[in-house]
Nanobody, 114 residues
Framework: VQLQASGGGLVQAGGYLRLSCAVSRIMFRAYDMAWYRQAPGQERELVASITSGGGTTYANPVKGRFIIYRDNAGDAVYLQMNNLKPEDTAVYYC?????????WGQGTQVTVSS
């Protein structure tokens, strides 16, 4: 599995970013996908997930602000992040589970200034 995340950056509070994750070497449409994040000194946490069928779940802190969606034709998963807050600052990781092993992309930094 190869997971290539992009789209992070520096944004002011209230702004927005869209993260992208290009996926290769798996039959993408058959896999559940997820975005995690890890802030400095914190454990990595699940932000949002999407099943192969398109069902979505969100962590409480991002509900109503973030949207996860996938493009099965393009083998990509996205995270639209709106109304960003300073507490959203973290490295964001694209992830999937392949044959019982969780796989990670390289991460993309999101920094939200107040």
């Amino acid at each position: 599995v190869q997971l290539q995340a992009s789209g992070g950056g520096l944004v002011q509070a209230g702004g927005y970013l869209r993260l992208s994750c290009a996926v290769s070497r798996i039959m993408f449409r058959a896999y559940d996908m997820a975005w995690y994040r890890q802030a400095p000194g914190q454990e990595r946490e699940l932000v949002a997930s999407i099943t192969s069928g398109g069902g979505t779940t969100y962590a409480n802190p991002v509900k109503g602000r973030f949207i996860i969606y996938r493009d099965n034709a393009g083998d990509a998963v996205y995270l639209q992040m709106n109304n960003l807050k300073p507490e959203d600052t973290a490295v964001y990781y694209c992830s999937t589970e392949d044959r019982g092993v969780r796989r990670w992309g390289q991460g993309t930094q999101v920094t939200v200034s107040s």
